[in-house]
């Protein structure tokens, strides 16, 4: 069971470029999310999705689209990358159920190993 | 906006001592909060997630707590070894469907 698979795990960028951060699961997960975590931030929820085709923005997310054509991967595009995106880039996952159910739910996430980005 | 204070942001201690990591968040309407660890350059692992109808919730050495009325949470951890030396984050729900607002962390040296 590989869990949460994000690749590259490194990358680098020239200001402009553009570029997909990839993020696999394999637990038949219904939501997906990105964080960015930059050093005195903590982590910052970029984009979520809660199901195949559903997508929404979280707190950052200008410079970022997502897609979720499947239930299994969810790729983070950045579309002209700026030095200010150089961060550290994590893919989570988790069950949700609907409803009452999901308040006593125990939605654990589990996150990738992350993508560790940096644009010049 | 929910907001999580974590404190210390740091600590440094000899191998064999118990210790306590502290969270706060502003807004008490949660439904669960967890603990993660965090490893130098890499992922995060989920520790320990408790409900909001628990007060505790214990996995090993590790004790999580969970105050909603005041607001706190706090991970004991006792008999520390130099294997727990990591970053400790704490989170709650928070904006983005099931998506998290997460503390900045307490960075943990178990010194042997």
């Known amino acids: 069971n590989a869990g949460v698979t994000q690749t590259p795990k490194f990358q680098v960028l020239k200001t402009g470029q553009s570029m997909t951060l990839q993020c696999a699961q394999d637990?038949?997960?219904?939501?997906m999310s990105w964080y960015r975590q930059d050093p005195g931030m903590g982590l910052r929820l970029i984009h979520y999705?809660?199901?195949?085709?559903?997508?929404d923005q979280g707190e950052v997310p200008n410079g970022y689209n997502v897609s979720r054509s499947t239930t299994e991967d969810f790729p983070l595009r950045l579309l002209s990358a700026a030095p200010s995106q150089t961060s550290v880039y994590f893919c989570?996952?988790?069950?949700?159920?609907?409803?009452?159910?999901?308040?006593?739910?125990?939605?654990?996430?589990?996150f990738g190993a992350g993508t560790r980005l940096s644009v010049l | 906006k929910q907001e999580v204070t974590q404190i210390p942001a740091a600590l440094s201690v000899p191998e064999g001592e118990n210790l306590v990591l502290n969270c706060s968040f502003t807004?008490?309407?949660?439904?669960?909060l967890q603990w993660f660890r965090q490893d130098p350059g890499k992922g995060l692992t989920s520790l320990l997630l408790i409900q909001s109808s628990q007060r505790e919730q214990t996995s090993g050495r590790l004790n999580a707590s969970l105050d909603k009325s005041s607001g706190r949470s706090t991970l004991y951890i006792a008999a520390s070894q130099p294997g727990d030396s990591a970053t400790y984050l704490c989170?709650?729900?928070?904006?983005?469907?099931?998506?998290?607002?997460f503390g900045k962390g307490t960075h943990l040296i178990i010194q042997p």
């Open positions: 637990m038949n997960h219904e939501y």
């Open positions: 989570a996952s988790s069950p949700r159920l609907g409803g009452l159910l999901s308040i006593l739910a125990k939605n654990i996430q589990y």
């Open positions: 999705s809660v199901g195949a085709g559903i997508t």
């Open positions: 807004d008490s309407a949660i439904y669960n």
């Open positions: 989170a709650v729900p928070g904006g983005g469907a099931d998506g998290l607002t």
